[in-house]
């Protein structure tokens, strides 16, 4: 019986599955330590997400009264799946995608949805305040920045006349940075992501010095472990996209890490110049201004694009 091991590899070890995870730990520390230096501190050494990793994968997993246990346990399984899911349709480290297809684009960006639809469903799960709490902040704060985010890849897929990621890679690649023609749609695509991942001055969500952990308040060991590695896989597939998009592309490793990492600069940036918003603040200006931008670039590329047919 022949069986076909290379899209195993492709599947479980290298672009995706182990590596993805690994890579996503990678990050962590990168976020992490930038922001530190940032800030005038060392940062943490370049295992501790892996060794904090371990250590709750390794603790117990406590399962409060009053929550349905099913859901409990799964939850943390789905957002982890969505998140590795989505990682299929993009060009990760350069490489092709594993699988896509026209249209793949609307599907991943649904898939990097889940991750906050499971953490919303998590908190609502648990009798505790915090978690209520969070999870309504988390469910609130994803109908604000999802929509813009999803509008502002919308404009590089316009341009490219396909709705399939690596097509537009491929497109983002052969002509002119779309930074450069679309820059809104840079704009709210970066603070569109860490809204989603909940980075700060956007992480009202699980605001520790207010409600401990927010939705997550009452998970350990296990559960939380998935949750923190589900995050940082939606963190790399989520710079993979801006950068494809926007960045002109690329076409292998060393392109994809220094590109990413330029967008990393931008990302402990922010997180360190500004401080915790209000819910109120990250939900409502935002959804005004945010979406708005979004729609205005969007109605800008549809106008070229018809005057551009008027033209010939």
């Known amino acids: 019986m022949n069986i076909n091991i290379h899209p195993l590899i492709l599947l479980l070890l ?3 599955g182990l590596f993805l995870l690994n890579t996503g730990l990678f990050y962590e520390w990168v976020d992490r330590k930038l922001v530190a230096r940032y800030q005038n501190r060392i940062g943490p050494r370049w295992f501790q997400p892996l060794a904090d990793t371990i250590k709750l994968l390794a603790k117990e997993e406590i399962i409060p009264e009053g929550v349905h246990k099913g859901l409990f346990i799964a939850l943390p399984v789905v957002a982890l799946a969505g998140a590795l899911t989505a ?3 993009t060009p990760l480290f350069g490489f092709a995608p594993a699988y896509s ?3 793949d684009l609307v599907v991943a960006l649904y898939l990097l949805s889940m991750m ?3 953490m919303g469903l998590a908190g609502a799960n648990t009798v505790s305040r915090f978690s209520l709490i969070g999870a309504t902040r988390a469910l609130t704060q994803m109908f604000s920045y999802e929509a813009p985010f999803m509008l502002a890849l919308l404009g590089p897929a ?5 709705w399939e990621i690596g097509k537009i890679n ?8 779309l930074i450069l023609a679309q820059p809104i749609g840079f704009v709210v695509a970066i603070v569109g992501l860490m809204g989603k991942l909940e980075l700060p001055p956007f992480d009202a969500p699980e605001a520790e010095t207010e409600i401990v952990a927010g939705a997550l308040t009452e998970y350990s060991g296990r559960g939380y472990a998935l949750f923190r590695i589900g995050k940082n896989v939606e963190l790399v597939v989520g710079l993979t996209l801006v950068t494809a998009f926007y960045l002109g592309g690329f076409g292998n490793p060393l392109e994809f890490l220094l590109k990413t990492a330029a967008l990393f600069l931008i990302l402990a940036g922010l997180q360190s110049l500004f401080a915790r918003l209000k819910i109120d603040q990250t939900v409502g200006l935002w959804w005004r201004v945010g979406a708005l931008m979004a729609l205005f670039q969007l109605l800008a590329i549809i106008l ?3 005057l551009g047919l008027l033209i010939q």
Do not use: K
Request: with cysteine; charged share 10%.
């Open 304 to 306: 070229g694009r018809y």
């Open 158 to 162: 316009m341009a490219a006349g396909t």
């Open 14 to 16: 290298f672009p995706g």
């Open 87 to 89: 990682a299929l349709y």
């Open 116 to 118: 906050t639809l499971c």
């Open 101 to 103: 297809f026209e249209g």
């Open 170 to 177: 491929s497109f983002a690649s052969e002509n002119l940075w």
